[in-house]
């Protein structure tokens, strides 16, 4: 899949959300994670433009400041219509989401994605990073990826189940048009490992991922 279609990378970014009262602008690495994303983003070989998507007066005077362009979101958008209207803005373009809450996606990591995404069977609409878990997973009481009425079994021969991550979504605009998902019909997951898979939920996470960061650097 030798994609032709002008790359639009996407960062949400929220001056207030679940895990801090300041949002997208908590520190982090020394300067704060939607300046980390956008960071990694520009990275990236390949792509037409970035636009920070938000609706916040003070993250929009931040990208400006920073060079990046903007994009206006509706206050208490719901995510199916936020991914609908990027879709209808940027017809015929392949869309990349990135999220400021997965720090450690490298800008070494989003290039080999974007290999990977061009060397893909047609078959494939869209790209998601995920995490492939080998442990005992049950749902309503029931086990999910091993028989625990028979003998028992190891990890490693366990069947793993994949952890879909915040990280990257790719995704062909038309696709995304349909849907109103950054999850295509038919995704391809691409594999990351741990450290990538990490994601800010909560602002006990911002101070825990504080002290991976050395290691991240060691890493990419």
């Known amino acids: 899949m030798n994609y032709k279609k002008k790359l639009i ?14 949002g997208d602008l908590e520190r982090f690495g020394g ?6 994303k956008v960071s990694q983003a520009r990275g990236i070989k390949r792509y037409n433009d970035i636009f920070v998507a938000t609706p916040s007066k003070k993250i929009t005077k931040i990208c400006k400041n920073l060079g ?23 017809k015929d373009k392949l869309l990349m989401f990135l999220n400021p809450t997965s720090p450690f996606i490298s800008q070494n ?5 974007l290999t990977k995404y061009s060397k893909l069977n047609k078959k494939y ?27 028992s079994i190891s990890r490693a021969k366990l069947k793993p189940v994949h ?43 911002i101070k825990a991922m504080s002290f991976l960061i050395k290691y991240y650097f060691e890493t990419v």
Not at 9 to 22: D, G, H, M, Q, T
Not at 31 to 36: G, K, P
Not at 134 to 146: D, E, M, P, R, V
């Open 68 to 90: 990046i362009k903007t994009l206006l979101r509706k206050k208490n958008e719901s995510l199916d219509l936020f991914h609908k209207n990027i879709s209808l803005k940027f």
């Open 31 to 36: 300067t704060s994670l939607l300046e980390w």
């Open 9 to 22: 990378i996407i960062v949400p970014a929220l001056e207030v959300n679940r895990y801090s009262k300041i």
């Open 109 to 113: 990591l989003l290039n080999n994605i």
């Open 163 to 205: 952890n879909l991550t915040n990280g990257v979504h790719l995704i062909r605009s038309d696709v995304c048009n349909e849907k109103n998902n950054i999850i295509g019909n038919k995704p391809f997951f691409y594999k990351v490992n741990w450290l990538n898979s990490l994601e800010i939920q909560n602002f006990k996470d």
């Open 125 to 151: 609409d869209s790209l998601c990073t995920v995490f492939e878990n080998k442990q005992y997973f049950f749902y309503n009481k029931k086990s999910i990826n091993f028989n625990y009425n028979a003998k």
